[in-house]
Nanobody, 122 residues
Framework: QVQLVESGGGLVQAGGSLSVSCAAS????????MGWSRQAPGRQREVVAA???????NYLDSVKGRFTISRDNGKNTVYLQMNSLKPEDTAVYYC????????????????WGQGTQVTVSS
């Protein structure tokens, strides 16, 4: 059974930094794409960042230059470093994986983590 266990997140002031990480277990397969989505109250869910097994990355326009996604293939772990955070980055952040690379950037995910709250105060 696939499990995505997220850690990190929390509360930070605007302009600050936070990082989140996610370890995938129980996959039994090679993970092509890992990423992060987020959902804020009253807003649509959006894909924040994605990374292929080979290291190709894609970012939501509003986080480009501020967020960095990375992964450790040996550990099946994906990371998201968030700098220069803004109040509009406040959301629940979800870890995602796709077994196979489908559309790029990914429009849907095979698996979801339980989510971790990121709150940016003004």
């Amino acid at each position: 059974q696939v499990q995505l266990v997220e850690s990190g997140g929390g509360l930070v002031q605007a302009g600050g930094s936070l990082s989140v990480s996610c370890a995938a277990s129980g996959t039994g397969f090679s993970i092509d794409v890992m990423g992060w989505s987020r959902q804020a109250p009253g807003r649509q869910r959006e894909v924040v960042a994605a990374i292929t097994r080979g290291g190709r990355t894609n970012y939501l326009d509003s986080v480009k230059g501020r967020f960095t996604i990375s992964r450790d293939n040996g550990k099946n772990t994906v990371y998201l470093q968030m700098n220069s955070l803004k109040p509009e980055d406040t959301a629940v952040y979800y870890c995602n994986i796709n077994r196979f690379k489908q559309t790029w950037p990914p429009q849907r995910w095979d698996y979801w983590g339980q989510g971790t709250q990121v709150t940016v105060s003004s």
